[in-house]
């Protein structure tokens, strides 16, 4: 035993004992401890606020000015963290560890060209000459597959894709060949099919140059593709550490379980979905739904009139090019045709500018269709007519990706639902206020969080409340667009779990669009697929997983497999 203890600690890259840090007297790292050795890739997986991204800003010396940070011994290549000035910090940040931050865009300066971007990490770290650092850069831009560099270097973050902007970032944090790598939450903003070649591009980085990688992420279905070892974070503690498939196999904290086994499965169906509370209180009540059971559904079902029609509708966009140049047009969905069905959860999923929202945004003229006929319980809905208008906006309601972009700050949460209210029923203030409670108990939410604002709220407390405020409006439709996308895995399960209570109490529709046909397979009852503004695929949604048509959607289920 103690000959292979010292065998991990003359190839350990990372050592880590004990590590505590304190904000204004509140613990919220409680002793960490573990080891990274080198040519080896660690995952950290928790919740949002378990203490993910403070371990990683801590390890890099960048945690706030405000806080107390003490360690047994935090040693990188077996020189000490604990003790180092500034100087030598920028000797070890961007040199031999790098760090890739979860949203490229907002790490990259938007008003300057990415290739003077890239050239400020070398011109910190190296005395290479003018022409062998535009050399480097090239070539790293190239590892990190981007097949174009001399139009990377010339371009604006805004004039790249996000998959783009992430591989960018990747070539940044390697550009001077570092020995540790921290990537905190990389794929979290992208869709699957880019979030799989990422993983797969980390992968062969890190065996290329032999170096080590601490992988921070809340999916532990996403870690298990690239990890050697998992340390599983809850409230400041590591909670559970071992080798990816041994704590896939066996997991033994509630904790762990929950974070596992909360997302959708893509080959049983379970209602409702279980919980990090339910695994922690050991209150499992799920059922299983048999094919049988969704068939007599679907019978019925079907057999309605649709609620929503649409037919040959179309999006185009007209782009000038310069002042004294023609336009240009650019078809952002081209002309489809679908029905959605009372009680009906109708799927929509396909990549990041496939069309998805810009079909949802034209469903209610938010953004208007440039041709095509939509029906709304039989009737052509006409936008001249103002009152049908307002009809429908109330008859269907958006649920936003961003619970917190979609309130207002300086509002609190009741006047924000209670302002919707109004609008339709003018009411007494007394009774508005009673509407309004009913509405965030409905939600799962009690009265308190009445007086409370968006700020005080978690990500999963202010989605619930996005949806009780377009509950206020009595809808018969919600077009979920991307609503869960932003939240935790457990989070996430509570809220698609709410979706599905709401649907059967209220007699609700939902047109459920995301990127993740895993959610989208447990949620919905038919699955429509969307590529390039085009409709290539709808199917009952067991059957689509199964026996996909299209070869889009064979790649997009293979990016979640």
């Not at 570092?178 to 699957?192: C, G, K, M, R």
């Not at 499965?265 to 059971?293: A, C, G, N, V």
């Not at 079902?301 to 649409?310: G, I, N, S, T």
């Not at 509708?313 to 023609?326: C, D, H």
């Amino acid at each position: 035993m103690s000959g292979v203890t010292q065998k991990k600690e003359n190839h350990s890259l990372l050592k880590v004992d004990q590590l505590h840090l304190e904000i204004d007297g509140k613990q919220l790292l409680k002793q960490i401890s573990f080891q990274l050795s080198k040519n080896e890739i660690v995952a950290v997986v928790g919740e949002s606020g378990s203490g993910k991204s403070l371990l990683a800003l801590s390890l890099l010396g960048l945690q706030p000015k405000n806080a107390t940070v003490f360690a047994k011994q935090l040693l990188f290549q077996k020189e000490s963290l604990l003790t180092l000035k500034s100087k030598a910090w920028q000797n070890i940040r961007g040199n031999k560890m790098g760090m890739i931050f979860q949203e490229p865009q907002s790490s990259l300066n938007p008003s300057m060209r990415l290739g003077k971007q890239l050239l400020e990490v070398l011109q910190q770290h190296t005395r290479f000459s003018k022409k062998e650092q535009n050399q480097k850069i090239e070539e790293a831009l190239l590892e990190v597959q981007l097949t174009d560099p001399k139009r990377i270097i010339k371009s604006y973050p805004h004039q790249i894709s996000g998959g783009q902007k992430q591989r960018v970032m990747i070539a940044m944090a390697l550009l001077c060949h570092p020995q540790l790598l921290i990537a905190d939450e990389p794929t979290t903003a992208l869709d699957v099919t880019v979030q799989k070649e990422i993983i797969e591009l980390l992968k062969r980085l890190q065996k290329k140059r032999n170096m080590s990688i601490l992988f921070i992420s809340h999916d532990l279905v996403l870690v298990k593709k690239l990890a050697d070892r998992v340390l599983v974070m809850y409230q400041g503690k590591i909670v559970e550490e071992n080798k990816t498939d041994v704590l896939f196999k066996n997991p033994e904290q509630a904790y762990t379980k929950g974070l596992l086994f909360a997302r959708p499965s893509t080959t049983e169906r379970w209602s409702p979905l279980p919980t990090l509370d339910d695994y922690q209180m050991e209150s499992f009540h799920s059922q299983q739904i048999t094919p049988k059971e969704r068939s007599i559904r679907h019978e019925k079902l079907y057999a309605q009139k649709p609620l929503l029609e649409v037919e040959n509708l179309e999006k185009t966009y007209q782009t000038r090019l310069g002042i004294f140049q023609k336009t240009n047009a650019f078809q952002a969905v081209t002309p489809l045709n679908f029905s959605l069905f009372p009680g009906e959860t109708l799927g929509l999923v396909g990549e990041s500018g496939c069309g998805k929202s810009t079909l949802a945004r034209a469903l209610i003229y938010l953004d208007p269709p440039s041709s095509g006929i939509i029906l709304f319980k039989g009737k052509i809905i006409d936008p001249k007519d103002k009152n049908g208008m307002r009809n429908i906006r109330q008859k269907i309601q958006f649920v936003f990706q961003d619970p917190y972009a979609s309130l207002h700050p300086l509002k609190s949460i009741g006047s924000a639902i209670q302002e919707v209210l109004t609008h339709y029923y003018p009411e007494s203030q007394e009774k508005l206020k009673s509407e309004v409670v009913a509405l965030l108990s409905q939600v799962g939410l009690s009265a308190q969080y009445f007086n409370r604002y968006p700020h005080e709220l978690s990500g999963g407390q202010r989605q619930r409340v996005v949806i009780a405020r377009a509950l206020a409006t009595k809808p018969e439709l919600l077009i979920c667009d991307e609503s869960v996308a932003a939240l935790d895995i457990s989070v996430q399960a509570q809220v698609l779990n709410l979706l599905n209570k709401l649907k059967k109490d209220l007699g609700l529709s939902y047109l459920f669009i995301s990127h993740d046909l895993a959610v989208v397979k447990y949620m919905s009852d038919r699955v429509m697929v969307m590529e390039n503004g085009r409709l290539v695929e709808i199917q009952e949604a067991d059957a689509l997983y199964e026996h996909p048509q299209n070869s889009y959607t064979q790649k997009l289920i293979e990016s979640i497999a």
